[in-house]
């Protein structure tokens, strides 16, 4: 699909600021110049993962999109990533998959990393030497935090890593991985069995398998590294040791989450304009398609769950960047962004009828990519039972008071409480 730059629409006016508007027209514009000429391109080598994209990307520093300036970041908010990442998927999911993928460490490394951490590594993801990825999920616990199995034992003043991670995004970019490992005996609570760990792509005994494209997002990579006894030193210790599921956690609800809603946003928006295109071009009974009663009300409820998951993804960011608790927002952005992009996805297949079947027609990879923003950061059963905790008043942990409107956006040191 083509870019055509838009405006905000009003309804997201109260959330959006002057340089939020100019971060909307930049995306949108690389969006035409740079990813849409490369978006069938992507498609059609699926084996192929995009460098260049992240490469162009990276050289306008929107990988510390939430970085602060004082490590050479925009320092500019969730409200803006999630412009970046919904303008860009707009034109390719798989793109914008590479920018959120790296945001996610990002964040990890803001909250829990020392100073001296963030001087080390954040630097370099804002002049785009660096991108990085976050490995939790394994072959045999999945996306189970607690049931993680990859090891890291303590060798004098080093730590050695043992284990296996599945569904890596960027693996095959990333300079360094931030790995999540059991640090403690089998049967202590997750709560505190769990370290994160910076591992360097170079480090030995890091092996990164090759690429295989999944059903969807062609171009990104999310593959599986190995890591067969790799030594990282004591300061590649990332938060405290014990505290990695808290890392992991806070990193998948105050990132994770509004990022995959705002994938899922860009593809809602992407599938119900080539509807609409569909119906209003194609000839029927001395009109065109969108003249039928029934075909309206069909793109009308498409249109209204749009509507819809818009509001909920940029509201809760903008909650997000007041420090305001709003985990159980960010949760159902992501629930229901994805959901209704689903259903009008497959509402859209319907309404193309067999043109919708065409290997080459767009709506065909948009209706592949939308599969892709269900398991990440939680399938739709997790997200239920964290809003049903935030029903019956059990979310005592929330990570967007705690964190989010820290100092870690203007003040040197240690970000986590």
């Not at 514009?29 to 994209?53: I, N, Q």
């Not at 412009?83 to 829990?112: D, M, N």
């Not at 990085?132 to 999945?142: C, F, K, M, N, R």
């Not at 960011?317 to 420090?323: E, S, Y």
């Amino acid at each position: 699909m083509s870019a055509t730059p838009t405006t905000p629409p009003p309804a997201l006016r109260p959330y959006l600021t002057a340089r939020h508007e100019l971060l909307w027209d930049e995306a949108d514009a690389f969006a035409a110049e740079h990813v849409a000429p490369r978006a069938a391109r992507m498609e059609a080598a699926p084996g192929r993962v995009e460098r260049k994209v992240a490469d162009l990307m990276a050289a306008r520093g929107w990988f510390a999109v939430t970085v602060p300036s004082a490590f050479g970041g925009l320092s500019a908010g969730h409200v803006a990533k999630t412009i970046l990442v919904h303008r860009i998927a707009c034109v390719s999911a798989a793109a914008a998959a590479i920018l959120q993928a790296t945001l996610i460490p990002v964040g990890a490394l803001l909250h829990f990393a020392t100073y001296e951490q963030k001087g080390r590594w954040l630097p370099r993801v804002a002049d785009g030497s660096l991108l990085l990825s976050i490995a939790v999920t394994e072959p045999q616990a999945g996306g189970h935090i607690g049931g993680i199995e990859t090891t890291a034992e303590r060798a004098g003043s080093e730590w050695v890593i043992t284990g296996s991670k599945i569904h890596i995004g960027n693996s095959h970019l990333a300079g360094a991985h931030l790995v999540v490992a059991r640090t403690a005996e089998a049967g202590v609570s997750a709560s505190q069995a769990l370290t994160a760990f910076m591992v360097e792509a170079n480090r030995p005994g890091l092996a990164v398998s090759d690429h295989r494209p999944g059903l969807g997002l062609h171009g990104f990579s999310a593959g599986r590294l190995d890591l067969d006894h790799v030594r990282v030193p004591e300061d590649h210790v990332v938060g405290e040791i014990g505290r990695g599921l808290s890392v992991a956690q806070s990193s998948s609800i105050l990132y994770g989450r509004p990022n995959l809603a705002a994938v899922s946003l860009g593809i809602h928006e992407a599938i119900v304009a080539t509807t609409a295109a569909r119906l209003k071009t194609r000839p029927r009974y001395r009109g065109t398609l969108s003249d039928l009663p029934v075909l309206r009300d069909r793109i009308g409820g498409m249109e209204a769950r749009l509507r819809a998951g818009r509001i909920l993804a940029y509201q809760s960011v903008h909650l997000l960047d007041q420090g305001l608790p709003c985990d159980a927002d960010l949760i159902n952005a992501k629930y229901l962004g994805h959901q209704w992009a689903v259903q009008s996805a497959q509402d859209a297949m319907e309404l193309h009828g067999a043109h919708a079947l065409d290997r080459d027609y767009v709506l065909q990879r948009l209706w592949r990519d939308i599969q892709h923003t269900y398991p990440p950061a939680g399938t739709g059963e997790v997200q239920r039972i964290r809003l049903a905790d935030a029903a019956f008043d059990e979310d005592h942990i929330q990570w967007s008071e705690r964190l989010a409107a820290e100092a870690a956006w203007a003040r040197p040191g240690p970000t986590a409480a």
